[in-house]
């Protein structure tokens, strides 16, 4: 299923589309696209993410611009880990995990460099912004 947000599921429709040689970025940062599964739907669902790297893993951080909720895109990654992800023009299954307290501590400046917005996004809001490892499986 396309994202209800109408930018993200144009963007997503490029990326996929393309094969990965399009729409790959936002702002300048490199994106890559996630199929999870629905937590109450059990639908597939996409969405475009901003990513940092962590040796061969994939960081996506669950940000939502700053806000006091936790995106829908995490919640349901916290119900069914296992997703489908395209960077480019790969794709490949993944499992998703949070990472702990002190490994967030350890990316988080990197992800910082990657997107600044991130640290404006951390000091907005009281919620713990969660870092998620993406791991090919």
Not at 28 to 35: F, P, S
Not at 107 to 113: D, K, N, S, Y
Request: aromatic share 8%.
């Amino acid at each position: 299923m396309p994202s209800p947000a109408k930018w993200v599921a144009a963007q997503a429709e490029l990326y996929e589309s393309s094969g990965g040689t399009k729409g790959t970025t936002q702002l300048g940062v490199d994106c890559l696209l996630l199929d999870y599964v629905g937590r109450r739907s059990g639908a597939v669902r996409r969405t475009v993410l901003m990513y940092g790297r962590d040796g061969d893993d994939w960081l996506i951080v669950g940000s939502n611009g700053g806000s006091d909720r936790h995106p829908l895109w995490y919640l349901n990654l916290l119900a069914e880990p296992a997703v489908d992800v395209r960077v480019g023009t790969e794709r490949f299954p993944a499992l998703a995990e949070t990472l702990s307290p002190e490994e967030k501590e350890r990316v988080w400046p990197r992800l910082v460099e990657v997107f600044p917005r991130y640290a404006e996004y951390r000091a907005k809001t009281s919620r713990d912004i969660p870092v998620v490892r993406l791991r090919r499986h």
